[in-house]
């Protein structure tokens, strides 16, 4: 029986096998963490394409939908593909490291407080302002905000993604999140917070978002 040179290949191909998802996701992972987060599509391929040989080869489809199908990873619009999980580690551990601070300072508060500091006490806490402020917007302001935050803070601040993040979201209750924050906010970044600048930019993109509505 005479086979033709399409079937052949096809069969060759079916012979070998294919690197599995666990390996791709291995290899693209270790090279985003020595990369700090972050990297080209080159280095990746350059990495993946070691995988292979005669046995053995990448799925038939395109390197950067192979990148882009494991889990944790996205693409900015830079072309770059990001970790978006160190991110959410990251804002985790901040997260945690700042509800440790207002708690410490609140029952320092309460300690002067009962030690009969006056009605005149001030708090002397930037943090604690923050805290209280947030905590007056209320639980239907604060999770829409959260949305937004999340979006632009932990999954990695698409444009896109942003802007629908912002549209879902009840334009009065994020004017008023960001009016009642901003001024704490912005201290906060005097002060020498890091994570501060990030929101001060996140509001930016809010109010351009809601003037365009």
Not at 28 to 34: C, K, P
Not at 74 to 85: M, Q, V
Not at 89 to 115: G, N, P, Y
Not at 140 to 152: G, S, T
Request: glycine share 8%; no cysteine; charged share 30%.
């Amino acid at each position: 029986m005479k086979i033709t040179k399409r079937q052949l290949a096809r069969i060759i191909k079916e012979e070998i096998a294919t690197v599995t998802d666990a390996a791709i996701e291995d290899v693209v992972m270790s090279i985003l963490s020595d990369e700090g987060g972050a990297a080209g599509l080159e280095p990746i391929e350059d990495a993946l394409e070691d995988l292979e040989d005669d046995e053995i080869s990448l799925p038939d489809e395109p390197i950067e939908d192979v990148v882009g199908d494991v889990t944790g990873v996205k693409r900015h619009a830079d072309g770059d593909f990001i970790d978006t999980t160190q991110l959410e580690s990251k804002i985790r551990v901040t997260k945690s490291q700042l509800l440790q601070i207002i708690k410490e300072e609140k029952q320092k508060i309460l300690k002067e407080q009962r030690a009969g500091a006056g009605a005149d006490f001030e708090t002397g806490s930037i943090l604690v302002e923050f805290a209280q402020q947030y905590a007056a917007l209320g639980s239907a302001i604060q999770e829409q905000l959260n949305e937004v935050i999340k979006v632009y803070l932990v999954d990695g601040g698409f444009p896109e993604e942003l802007e629908d993040a912002i549209m879902q979201q009840n334009p009065a209750a994020l004017e008023r999140a960001v009016g009642q924050l901003r001024r704490t906010v912005s201290q906060m970044e005097d002060e020498g917070f890091e994570e501060a600048g990030d929101l001060m930019n996140l509001f930016e993109e809010i109010d351009t978002a809601l003037r365009n509505m």
